[in-house]
């Protein structure tokens, strides 16, 4: 059976620190004909569980706990049965959106996430969140960044948890190092690839101060 990887883009708000922003995420399922992951289960639970249909879902990774990504995620795992997993440092995030509600498991850096085919290793890329995480997968060559590298930058660092030197050296030394070719899937917008995005380190540390 086939890897494939999957894309639904859903709408809702992104809140912190007092404002409120209309979004779009990126939902990434992973997999093949019956057996999936979901990738930050982003604000609509039963619009995600129709795009997993009758395949199983065995979980819900969260790339970091900001409550764009994570809003879905206890319902998600209601309805399916999934486990939740989260990077421990992005605790106190997650407990702001959902304080009555633990994950269910704990990414760690290095551990390998296995699914029907794929083997996405934990890269721990703080800086956007003190708990982010991206998910590489050299088999499938591609790298779930959620909101730490996008097309054109890494992502925002101007609110609480956030710090802007950290984001670089995570993009330095756990992104960049990956090759060229490796495709970038984001959390908001559209994807590109390691090698469009390394040239630029310089540009962004240099705009980010």
Request: proline share 6%; hydrophobic share 40%; glycine share 10%.
């Amino acid at each position: 059976m086939t890897t494939r990887i999957e894309r639904l883009v859903t709408s809702g708000q992104f809140t912190l620190d007092g404002g409120t922003w209309d979004v779009e995420n990126n939902v990434w399922i992973v997999g093949d004909e019956r057996e999936v992951i979901v990738i930050d289960a982003a604000h609509d639970a039963e619009a995600i569980a129709e795009a997993v249909a009758d395949r199983t879902l065995t979980a819900i990774v969260c790339t970091h706990a900001h409550n764009d990504h994570i809003d879905a995620a206890p319902a998600l795992a209601d309805l399916t049965g999934a486990t939740i997993w989260l990077h421990p440092d992005d605790l106190p995030l997650w407990k702001l959106t959902h304080p009555h509600r633990e994950p269910d498991r704990h990414l760690l850096d290095g551990q390998v996430l296995e699914t029907a085919g794929a083997d996405l290793t934990v890269l721990h890329t703080p800086g956007h969140a003190p708990g982010a995480v991206c998910l590489y997968d050299p088999g499938l060559g591609v790298v779930f960044t959620g909101d730490t590298l996008f097309q054109g930058g890494p992502g925002a660092t101007g609110r609480s948890y956030s710090h802007f030197p950290t984001i670089i050296e995570s993009i330095r030394h756990s992104l960049l190092t990956l090759p060229p070719d490796t495709k970038v899937l984001t959390g908001h917008g559209e994807s590109t690839t390691i090698g469009a995005e390394a040239p630029h380190l310089e540009e962004w540390i240099a705009r980010g101060h």
